[in-house]
């Protein structure tokens, strides 16, 4: 006989900096995701915007700030523009495989060259191999790192450039945290082509969304996110389509 479905217990982080909005302090709701049934407890807590960290699901619960918007992509949806057309022709040579979330030296090495570059001063800088580990290896749902390489040559896997752990959830695909070669002499345009292959693969499983996380109103750093559409946002009435007056908001302070 299958154990009772149990109603998680939930609690609420201290208040902290907040990393987008400065002045402001965050605060986090949060329960864990163990047991038998903790993938459809990720897929329930993911369709009203809590997002994944190894054993934890979490989302936003600033006092007087709604600023944290969840995003989801529209895959059957979804056109490609010109340049997002022209950017996957330019890497259709890269090999591209789904693998077990294992952790291995080269993704971290490629995850500390990634912050070094893009986030120096971010709360990831100071990762570790065991951190990393822990961050790929301690998913209680089904998970995948989705490795993005050069060619191979002579029967030698190519150079790792890119990186993504992802969930499979009951409605999409979660991107919980990408990854990429972001050198001045790397392929341009490596984030949005991992966005763009996950579009796709969602298509593919029959998957109706790619969740995007979380984007922030006015942040520079999360515009990237309004270049896909339909992009639905999840407000106060549920999953609405972003019209672009939303997305063309100003910068925040």
């Given at each position: 006989m299958t154990a009772p479905f149990r109603f998680p217990r939930f609690f609420v982080t201290s208040p902290a900096p907040c990393p987008y909005i400065p002045g402001r302090q965050e605060r986090k709701v949060f329960t864990e995701l163990n047991g038998p049934h903790a993938g459809e407890l990720n897929d329930a807590l993911g369709r009203i915007g809590f997002r994944r960290s190894q054993s934890v699901?979490?989302?936003p619960s600033c006092v007087g700030c709604t600023a944290c918007v969840s995003v989801r992509v529209v895959a059957h949806e979804f056109e490609?523009?010109?340049t997002q057309r022209k950017l996957v022709r330019r890497n259709d040579d890269l090999e591209v495989t789904a693998c077990r979330p294992w952790a291995t030296d080269e993704q971290f090495q490629l995850l500390s060259r990634y912050l070094s570059h893009r986030h120096p001063s971010g709360g990831m800088a100071g990762m570790d191999e065991q951190d990393y580990a822990d961050m790929v290896e301690h998913s209680p749902v089904n998970s995948v790192v989705v490795e993005y390489r050069e060619p191979?040559?002579?029967?030698?896997?190519?150079?790792?450039?890119?990186?993504?752990?992802?969930?499979q959830q009951a409605d999409g695909l979660s991107m919980i945290y990408s990854f990429f070669d972001a050198a001045e002499d790397a392929r341009a345009g490596l984030g949005n082509l991992i966005i763009l292959d996950h579009i796709l693969r969602a298509r593919a499983a029959g998957l109706p969304y790619v969740y995007l996380g979380y984007w922030v109103k006015g942040a520079a750093r999360m515009a990237y996110k309004t270049r896909y559409r339909p992009l639905e946002m999840l407000g106060p009435k549920g999953w609405a389509l972003m019209d672009e007056a939303d997305a063309a908001l100003p910068e925040l302070a």
């Open positions: 699901a979490y989302r490609a523009n010109a191979t040559v002579e029967g030698r896997p190519g150079k790792l450039v890119a990186a993504c752990l992802t969930d």
